[in-house]
T-cell receptor
Framework: DTAVSQTPKYLVTQMGNDKSIKCEQNLGHDTMYWYKQDSKKFLKIMFSYNNKELIINETVPNRFSPKSPDKAHLNLHINSLELGDSAVYFC?????????????????FGPGTRLTVL | GENVEQHPSTLSVQEGDSAVIKCTYSDSASNYFPWYKQELGKRPQLIIDIRSNVGEKKDQRIAVTLNKTAKHFSLHITETQPEDSAVYFCAAREGGADGLTFGKGTHLIIQP
């Protein structure tokens, strides 16, 4: 019954390779995200995506590209990996709703993928 | 874009005492301010959040206050327990499908 899942959990690869990380959510959410957490634990948004709009953080190199085959999946493709890409990558999802004066759009995070580039 | 500053970077308190973590944000259009707790090797998990139309919110031992004029929000944890030890992140977001802009985190250490 995992809400947001990612594969693989660990990824070790050589510089210059191309790799993908998969993310799936079974919450029925309409928006998904990718975050990067570096070695100093700083969390930074890379992309946010719903079925109509992709918002890209301008600091993200174009070697990174999100691909969404359907509403429940947002995969992250990385080309020509560099040493500085080593980090933990978190996928997240959210759904905005409002009812009776209350509203929520909590972002739920996946377990993370630790990428190590050698 | 939004910039979130968080202080302190490390906070050590005695078990049973209170802990306060403070954040400031730069974008007056931001209207959603969540706090996440991250234990070592785990995912960030939401512990409490507040919207810009509310000044304070409380959930048992945890409370968050927001001062929109000063662009400042704080997390208060009372009666701290060993399981409160973790890294806490504040964040801000303007709305819609925007991602969260996080502070740099506070490592909270509860001394027995």
């Amino acid at each position: 019954d995992t809400a947001v899942s990612q594969t693989p959990k660990y990824l070790v690869t050589q510089m210059g390779n191309d790799k993908s990380i998969k993310c799936e959510q079974n919450l029925g959410h309409d928006t998904m995200y990718w975050y990067k957490q570096d070695s100093k634990k700083f969390l930074k948004i890379m992309f946010s995506y719903n079925n109509k709009e992709l918002i890209i953080n301008e600091t993200v190199p174009n070697r990174f590209s999100p691909k969404s085959p359907d509403k429940a999946h947002l995969n992250l493709h990385i080309n020509s990996l560099e040493l500085g890409d080593s980090a933990v990558y978190f996928c997240a999802s959210s759904q905005f709703w409002a009812s009776g004066g209350a509203m929520t759009d909590t972002q739920y995070f996946g377990p993370g993928t630790r990428l190590t580039v050698l | 874009g939004e910039n979130v500053e968080q202080h302190p970077s490390t906070l050590s308190v005695q078990e049973g005492d209170s802990a306060v973590i403070k954040c400031t944000y730069s974008d007056s259009a931001s209207n959603y301010f969540p706090w996440y707790k991250q234990e070592l090797g785990k995912r960030p998990q939401l512990i409490i959040d507040i919207r810009s139309n509310v000044g304070e919110k409380k959930d048992q031992r945890i409370a968050v206050t927001l001062n929109k004029t000063a662009k400042h929000f704080s997390l208060h944890i009372t009666e701290t327990q060993p399981e409160d030890s973790a890294v806490y992140f504040c964040a801000a977001r303007e709305g819609g499908a925007d991602g969260l802009t996080f502070g740099k985190g506070t490592h909270l250490i509860i001394q027995p």
